[in-house]
C-alpha cells in the first residue's frame, strides 16, 4: 500500500491567496483526518471524516478554512484568503474503525 | 485540543542507555497510543495498549499504563541514534478522535 498521499509537499503563497491542500487516504480506511502542527501550538485537530460525512469541524476556523470529502478516496482542505499565522505543517490521516492513525508525510505551508 | 502531558518535554541520553518517557492524561479512555515522528516528517505510530491491558512489549519498546493514575510510559530499552525524535502519547475516548499530547524531544548522543 502507498500509505496516505499528501500534495503538495511544501508550498509558499503570499497572504490573501487561496491555498489547496490535497489528500489521498488508505483504501478502505473510512476516518479521514487533517491536522495542523505549529511550534506554539502542537498537533491540533481541524476536522475528521467518517464515511466522507464531517463529524467534527470545531477545531476549524470556519471564516477561512474549509474542507470536503467528494469521494472516499480524496479530501481537500482550502484556506482562503491564507494569513500568515496559517504557516504550519498540515497532516492528514486515515484510519479503519477504532484503530491506529497512519499519517501522511505532511504539507509544509509558509504564507508570507 | 491537547489534554496529554508528556513529561520531559526533552529528554538527552547517550546511545545505549534506556530512555522513559510519561504521559498523563485527564478523562476515562479505550486506548492509549504512543506516535514518533523523526524532523519534518508524519507521525508514525508504535504501539497500542488498551484500557484493559497494563504492559505490552514491541521490540525495544515497552509501555505500560495505569488508568487508576490516568498514566502511561513508554520505555525504549538500548537507544540507538535512530530513536533520535518527538514521542507523543495519544489518547482515545471512544469518540474515535485522538487527544494528543505535546510531544517529549528525544535526542540520543552517539
Known amino acids: 500500500d502507498a500509505g496516505v498521499i499528501q500534495s503538495p509537499r511544501h508550498e509558499v503563497t503570499e497572504m490573501g491567496q487561496e491555498v489547496t491542500l490535497r489528500c ?7 476516518y479521514l483526518f487533517w491536522y495542523r502542527q505549529t511550534m506554539m501550538q ?51 490521516a486515515s484510519r479503519i474503525g477504532a484503530e491506529t492513525q497512519y499519517f501522511g508525510p505532511g504539507t509544509r505551508l509558509l504564507v508570507l | 485540543s491537547q489534554q496529554g502531558e508528556e513529561d520531559p518535554q526533552a529528554l538527552s541520553i547517550q546511545e545505549g542507555e534506556n530512555a522513559t518517557m510519561n504521559c498523563s492524561y485527564k478523562t476515562s479512555i479505550n486506548n492509549l497510543q504512543w506516535y514518533r515522528q523523526n524532523s519534518g516528517r508524519g507521525l508514525v505510530h508504535l504501539i497500542l495498549i488498551r484500557s ?48 494528543w499530547g505535546a510531544g517529549t524531544k528525544l535526542i540520543i548522543k552517539p
Do not use: W
Open chain 1, 24 to 30: 489521498k487516504p488508505i483504501s478502505g480506511h473510512d
Open chain 1, 42 to 92: 502542537g498537533l491540533e485537530l481541524l476536522v475528521y471524516f467518517n464515511n466522507k460525512a464531517v463529524m467534527d469541524d470545531s477545531g476549524m476556523p470556519k471564516d477561512r478554512f474549509s474542507a470536503k470529502m467528494p469521494n472516499a478516496s480524496f479530501s481537500t482542505l482550502k484556506i482562503q484568503p491564507s494569513e500568515p499565522r496559517d504557516s504550519a505543517v498540515y497532516f492528514c
Open chain 2, 52 to 99: 484493559n491491558e497494563r504492559e505490552k512489549h514491541s521490540g525495544r519498546l515497552r509501555v505500560t499504563l495505569d488508568t487508576s493514575k490516568k498514566s502511561s510510559s513508554l520505555l525504549i530499552t538500548a537507544s540507538r541514534a535512530a530513536d533520535t525524535a518527538s514521542y507523543f502519547c495519544a489518547t482515545d475516548a471512544n469518540n474515535y478522535q485522538l487527544i
